[in-house]
């Protein structure tokens, strides 16, 4: 909750808060061009905001209920990350404090669409607001020196640097989504945040902002007396709306798209693209290379116009001489650093015909899609869960489980889709053109094709014990088919030392062992070799050793299983298990003893 909650919250107000506290200083400075340019910051930020606002949510969304019909009124005045907090706070209380240790709680906030809308409410105010801001704050410090309060007007700068940082970082950050549609995730980062490509991109993202930032403000007291309209220096202003509509006519032109007109502003000052995802054009907003020569063309032509006409660059290196070789020396690093990434760090995406993650959505998200998008695979778009909500399309998804699925994170992520469609105890939500049975019959097929893959057996036991969970027809359909059991017992034979899949493996066994005839079944694989190797090779694992002791007691129901449970390896195993301390696991071993001991003929 605090990666994807409080921090970004904290972030947005506490600059919002830095914001204010300087604009109150203009005021009382007299400095009222400043407190209007400020203002006027604050208002484009307000505006970004409303126009970005739930883009991509799609109806829906859990989380947008009770506000519909206010989300814009919400979002204009900047209570929607307060809406998000509260909500936030809302599920991890109705939630087990355990899940808050693990990815669970990730994925309420996730499924509710707390998380899409966390970051649709907060990416306008960072490039909308914190981004001018900047330029204001910097060109009046530049302008009139330290002002009496360095502190409060470094504090409100660095702020927004760190904010403008982050968030363009974040793009490739592995599990980040940039682009949603219907609360479908469609780009999403693929760089692990302690590899040495996301380091050198975080740098690189470092020095463009920097660079970005200290052109405009610079460039204006540079020709601040040949650029003037009634005493007022509007050179910086000129420069950066210039570059506005250069980039916005890059978006249309590489995106085709009018409604990611908005991206321009961010794209003065460094590409809201993935970096790290090297494709065919555009992914999200611009082409890399095309945005990267304008800029490069653009810093040239104003060092060149600067120096040329204007009467204030010796003023500048006398007073101002740090921050010009911070802007030299960032403009001429990146430019390398941007070719390293491209070429030696990023992912590049195969150019040969793949399943895109449009071909997965459901009739409304690919109506709102675009040709970036399409360019998008679904092995990328897997990197995170698939949405409960209308942005995906379940069948689609089993429907490709079926055909042959190469890439093991999409068959993981569309079983674990399942799975959160039959939770226990709850009604079945799975669209009424899904089948249990077809659902089954996509799950084998993927556990038989990806059998290497820990993740893809653990999230397929797991789908599997759900569907048949409290569902008798379901556990009978599951039983009866073949392979189905076999597939469970294989999977933990794969995998013996992946201590999730032995759990889910021994959950599994538990649940489906109920009945007599199943006992006899899974004994006629030698489940209980199985479920015995599980416990020697998880001695520390409490989990695995709980259910292991259940499904055992299941096991020993019938007089076949008692009589391989009373063997003296099995025996041995289950005492050194009795012997970790722990309470539970002992009280549940003595109840298996008991059954044992018991020697009644059952059935």
Not at 32 to 42: K, S
Not at 234 to 260: F, H, R
Request: overall charge negative; hydrophobic content about 45%.
């Amino acid at each position: 909750m605090f990666v994807h909650v409080l921090l970004p919250v904290a972030l947005f107000y506490g600059d919002l808060v830095s914001d204010a506290l300087v604009m109150s200083k203009f005021w009382q400075s007299r400095r009222f061009q400043y407190f209007t340019l400020n203002a006027l910051a604050i208002l484009a930020g307000l505006v970004t905001t409303s126009v970005i606002g739930s883009a991509g949510m799609g109806g829906s969304s859990d989380v947008l209920r009770p506000i519909r019909g206010y989300t814009g009124a919400l979002t204009f005045l900047h209570l929607l990350p307060l809406y998000c907090l509260i909500c936030a706070f809302q599920e991890f209380w109705a939630a087990k404090f355990a899940t808050y240790k693990s990815d669970a709680f990730d994925r309420r906030l996730r499924d509710s669409g707390l998380t899409a809308l966390m970051a649709s409410s907060t990416i306008g105010e960072t490039f909308g607001e914190a981004m001018l801001s900047s330029f204001v704050q910097l060109y009046a410090a530049l302008r009139q020196g330290p002002m009496q309060w360095p502190s409060l007007l470094a504090c409100s700068v660095l702020l927004s640097l760190i904010s403008l940082g982050e968030s363009f970082s974040k793009i490739d950050k592995f599990g980040h989504v940039s682009r949603y549609r219907q609360g479908q995730a469609v780009v999403v980062g693929v760089a692990k945040p302690q590899s040495v490509a996301y380091a050198a991109l975080l740098l690189y993202r470092w020095l463009a902002v920097c660079s970005r930032l200290l052109l405009f403000p610079l460039f204006q007291l540079a020709l601040h007396e040949e650029l003037q309209l009634w005493h007022v220096a509007y050179g910086g202003s000129l420069l950066w709306i210039a570059d506005c509509i250069l980039q916005a006519g890059l978006v249309l032109y590489c995106t085709e798209n009018p409604w990611k007109l908005f991206f321009a502003i961010p794209n003065t000052l460094s590409s809201f693209e993935p970096l790290l995802l090297s494709g065919e054009g555009a992914l999200l907003s611009v082409n890399v290379e095309l945005h990267a020569v304008l800029h490069c063309a653009e810093s040239v032509a104003a060092i060149w116009m600067a120096n040329a006409f204007g009467s204030g660059v010796p003023g500048l290196w006398e007073e101002h001489g740090f921050a010009l070789r911070l802007f030299l020396a960032s403009s001429v690093i990146q430019w390398p650093l941007l070719v390293i990434l491209r070429c030696f760090c990023s992912h590049q995406l195969p150019s040969h015909d793949l399943v895109a993650v449009t071909d997965c959505l459901s009739e409304d998200a690919q109506n709102i899609c675009d040709s970036c998008d399409a360019k998008i695979p679904l092995y990328v778009a897997a990197t995170v869960p698939f949405t409960m909500h209308s942005g995906c399309d379940v069948k689609k998804l089993i429907d490709l489980m079926m055909e042959g699925q190469e890439f093991s994170q999409v068959a993981a992520q569309t079983c674990d889709l399942v799975k959160r469609h039959v939770l226990p105890g709850q009604i079945s939500q799975l669209p009424a053109d899904v089948t249990p049975a077809r659902c089954m019959e996509a799950i084998l097929c993927v556990m038989e094709a990806h059998l290497s893959s820990p993740e893809v057996q653990e999230q397929a036991v797991w789908c599997l014990k759900n569907l048949a969970l409290n569902r008798p027809e379901n556990e009978e359909r599951l039983m009866e088919r073949e392979g189905a059991a076999a597939a469970i017992l294989r999977a933990m034979r794969k995998h013996c030392s992946n201590e999730a899949v032995q759990k889910e493996g021994c959950v599994a066994l538990t649940k489906l062992t109920t009945k007599h005839q199943n006992v006899l079944r899974f004994l006629s694989l030698e489940a209980d070799q199985v479920i015995l190797e599980s416990m020697q090779n998880h001695t520390t694992s409490v989990g695995v050793q709980r259910w292991a002791f259940q499904a055992l007691g299941n096991l020993a129901e019938s007089r076949e299983g008692r009589a391989k449970l009373h063997e003296p390896v099995a025996v041995d195993i289950m005492d050194a298990a009795m012997s970790s301390g722990n309470s539970e696991i002992q009280k549940r071993g003595q109840l298996l003893r008991e059954k044992l001991a018991e020697g009644h003929t059952g059935p």
